[in-house]
Each structure stands twice: as C-alpha cells, then as structure tokens.
C-alpha cells in the first residue's frame, strides 16, 4: 500500500506539461512565429532581428510533434534559446495556407511540403542567412531534422546551426560534434 501511495504522489508532483494546440490541430509556443509565409521575406525580418531562420514542418494528430512540444520544447532551456536566436515559421503538412517559397512560387502548406519532399512530422528545415536566387527552401537548406529527438539532440542541431558549425572545414559533421556533446555532458546523455 505504501509502494502504491509513493508512486502516486511521485506522479501527482511531476508537473504535466501540456502544449497548447491551436484551431489547426497545431501546437502552439510563444516563439512560433504568425506570418504571411513569405519565405523571403521572413528571412528578411529574421535577419534584422539577428536570428536564424527555421521552418518546422507539423501535422494535426502527430504524436511525435506532441512529444517534441511536450518534452522538448516545454523545457525552459530549449524554448529560451530557441526564442533568443531563431525565427520559427510553422507549416501544416496537409495545410491550404498559401506559402510563398524562396524561388517565388506560391503553394498551398500541402504542396510546398511535397514540393520540399517532406513525408515525416515533425521536420525542421533550418535556413541560411541567405538563400540563393531560385532555390527553394529544401534546397537553401543548411540542415534538416526529420522527426522527434531527445532534448539534447535538439538542443546540438539548433546550436550546430546557430554556430554554423556546417561552414567549418573540419571533419566535425554534425553527427561527430553531436557525439562530442554527448561526451562532455556531465551525465553522458543524450538529453
């Protein structure tokens, strides 16, 4: 019976971090941004604000992308430094939004999404600061995170970009600089 009691109130003071989803089936956080999803000019702006530009991929009912809002996401951490250095544009894989891509052409979320090739949720497609004339945003693209990573995994890629770790000449990739982190946390952990 106590066993049972202390399993109880371990779950009763573990805090239940609940995203809010908006009328899209989308969750929402304070540093997605709501723009007319003119992917030049959002680039525009989040360069004069100093910040990376990140476009993030999601379904309504996705169970990864709730995993990510929930125990990613939530951690205060990882939304301050997402909030502090980059520019985040939520797309609707099955969404009639108009987009307007970086080559200029104007799309529903659905087509842009098919057009970029992206078949997972969530996927994150991180931009340079400038995006070459005629490239769409997969093909501008610096990196892609296809799917839901630990806290750490996260926290690696965003920083990896941030850095840009990419331009370096080193044979440090990310998979090696993400296996670097993994050794110098205090833990060894992913997250």
Known sequence: MRRILSIVMIFLAVPLMAAE???DGLHKQPWIRSTF???AEDLAEAGAEGKRMVVMVEQRGCIYCT???EEVFSRPHVADYIAQNFFVIQVNLH???????FDGETLSEKQAARKWGLLFTPSILFLPEDVEAGQNAKQAAVAIMPGAFGAGTTMDMFTWVKEKRYELDSDEDFQRYHARRIRERDNGSTD
């Open 67 to 69: 995993k990510m809002h």
């Open 37 to 39: 999803k003119d992917l």
């Open 21 to 23: 989803v908006g009328d």
């Open 95 to 101: 969404g009639d939004t108009e987009v307007i891509d």
